[in-house]
């Protein structure tokens, strides 16, 4: 049994790790906890949705259609509101995205309803053996995405410009500038970055949690609390934090009940935040906000 | 051939008038030195041209152009790069990394591949480091490094903002040495902040010394060298 939740808790926690990861990019390029994350990921998940129940698309079109749309949302989401308030304090800056949390609750309540609605499940059910555990194809299928996500991002962070770009602004906004690098583009990148981790976090866990304009406030938490790990700064530290998270809440449902399973994330949170406040890895924070 | 030329500029931050009207003019392949007291302007007069600090009055020119209201990319790619006070590297990317930023506004890869190898025999110390994170660099390495930033720009005017600032006397003459070659091998156009007046004009062709905000000396290196208010203020013993 213990093989078995450990599994299962690592796949969901490596898809807790596409919101800690949003979190983190837009963080420490913006200094904005972005509240509405996970609500990008409720929206691109309606989104999947529809294409697939009125539009008749098959899932991986419906995913890139989600991806695509989500990436505009948060384009939309840096143009109309981040810019405008981009020199103000923190709290501001947090404040805007709780009303963005708000209006894209409303919007999917309008639109969708408020009501719980099943996602369709896009692999065999029948559950197999990995390990000597016995889990389901959904959990593989979910960590392999994950894993190519990571992957796409590493070669962008690593190699291309634009992404070393991104790094060179978290850095040092300032000299990027002065090198000329286009700083307002970079964080509109990040923001589109933000779009589309989003898309996938939403729609991979959606046939999990089902769709409703609530699905993903657990989950943001979650996320949250994983990219406090990396210190709101290390994107490996945050990846580490979500698959802890989702690794002990699962064991923590399976041997004490499910009561327990949430309670242990908050627990986990609670505990960081008293005896490592810069993040499980000792990283301290580098530039003053 | 005027390069550059500031008339008249004006900078604030706030309530501070940093710059209170500075003039000059830089002539193209020359070395130009600024001199002047913490908190004179100097800095700013860089920043200005750079186009991060907006200035309130006054023109900036640059080969005809003016760049007032430009940003700072626009101004880099018509060849204009700085090495910043304090050095400024990115201290999270590597040496390798720091300088493709300084090539962020090009993109004639084959051209960026031959100023990479150029820079890197002129700094062999850096091509040893190439991997490592610019943050673990000691601090003359770090000067290497940001000026080797600013030359991957390809830039027609580098401004330097004390480059000598912490380090010592035998690698700023090492560092001036470069400056120097590269200014006759490749006719860079340099505008040299300095607090050290010494090496400043020993390397320079003309000099202005700022104070409060405006140009309170101007004249050829050799002159100011001799001048006697400078000797006072900016020579030391
Ligand atoms: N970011 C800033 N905010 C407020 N005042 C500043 C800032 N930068 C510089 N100043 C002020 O502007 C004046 C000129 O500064 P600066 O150009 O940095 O001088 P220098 O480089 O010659 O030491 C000083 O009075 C300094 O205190
Ligand atoms: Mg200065």
């Known amino acids: ?289 | 051939m005027t390069l550059l030329r500031l008339s008249n500029l004006e900078a604030s931050y706030g309530a501070v008038r940093a710059l209170q009207g500075v003039s000059m003019d830089v002539a193209e392949g020359a070395v130009v030195a600024v001199l002047g007291a913490n908190g004179a302007g100097k800095s700013t007069t860089l920043k200005a041209i750079s186009g991060v600090v907006k200035p309130t009055a006054g023109e900036i020119e640059f080969d005809g152009k003016r760049l007032n209201g430009m940003t700072p990319n626009q101004i880099v790619r018509l060849g204009i790069a700085q090495v910043p006070e304090g050095r400024k590297i990115f201290k999270d990317l590597t040496v390798a990394e720091n300088l493709r930023m300084g090539a962020y506004a090009r993109s004639d890869k084959a051209e960026i591949s031959k100023d990479l190898d150029m820079i890197l025999e002129l700094f062999p110390r850096l091509s040893e480091r190439a991997k490592q994170l610019g943050g673990t660099l000691s601090g003359g390495e770090q000067q290497m490094l940001a000026i080797g930033r600013g030359l991957m720009a390809r830039p027609r005017l580098l401004l330097l903002d004390e480059p000598s600032l912490g380090l010592a006397p035998i690698i700023i003459a090492d560092i001036f040495a470069t400056l120097r070659k590269i200014n006759e091998e490749k006719r860079m156009t340099m505008l040299v902040v300095e607090q050290n007046a010494n090496i400043a004009l020993k390397n320079s062709s003309f000099g202005y010394v700022l104070q409060v905000g405006r140009v309170a000396v101007e004249g050829v290196a050799g002159d100011l060298r001799q001048n006697k208010e400078v000797i006072e203020s900016y020579m030391g013993a």
């Open chain 1, 1 to 289: 049994m213990f093989g078995q939740l450990f599994i299962s808790g690592l796949a969901t926690g490596s898809l807790y790790a596409l919101t800690a990861v949003a979190v983190v990019v837009v963080f420490r390029n913006t200094r904005t906890i972005n509240l509405a994350q996970g609500d990008f990921s409720m929206i691109g998940a309606f989104v999947a949705l529809v294409l697939i129940k009125s539009f008749a698309f098959n899932y991986y079109f419906a995913l890139a259609g989600s991806v695509v749309f989500c990436i505009g949302l948060g384009i939309l989401a840096e143009r109309v509101v981040m810019r405008q308030i981009a020199d103000s304090d923190w709290l501001t800056l947090f404040t805007a995205t709780l009303g963005m949390y708000y209006i894209l609750h409303g919007v999917a309540g309008h639109f969708w309803g408020r009501d719980t609605k099943a996602f369709p499940l896009t692999f065999d059910p029948t559950p197999i053996n990995v390990f000597g555990g016995i889990i389901s194809q959904g959990h593989v299928v979910n960590m392999a995405w994950a894993a190519a996500i990571g992957l796409v991002l590493f070669i962008f962070f690593k190699y291309t410009k634009q992404g070393i770009a991104m790094r060179a602004v978290t850095d040092d906004p300032e000299t990027a500038a002065l090198m000329g690098i286009p700083v307002r583009f970079i964080v509109l990148l990040t923001w589109g970055m933000a779009g589309f981790l989003a898309a996938f976090a939403g729609v991979l866990i959606a046939p999990i949690i089902y769709v409703s304009p609530e699905m993903m406030d657990e989950v943001l938490i979650k996320g949250y609390v994983a990219a406090v790990f990396g210190g709101l700064y290390s994107i490996p530290g945050a990846i580490i934090g979500a698959l802890l998270i989702g690794i002990c809440e699962n064991l923590a449902g399976g041997y004490l009940g499910s009561h327990f399973k949430t309670v242990t994330a908050f627990a986990m949170i609670v505990l960081l935040l008293a005896f490592r406040p810069h993040g499980l890895f000792g990283i301290q924070k580098r530039r003053e906000v």
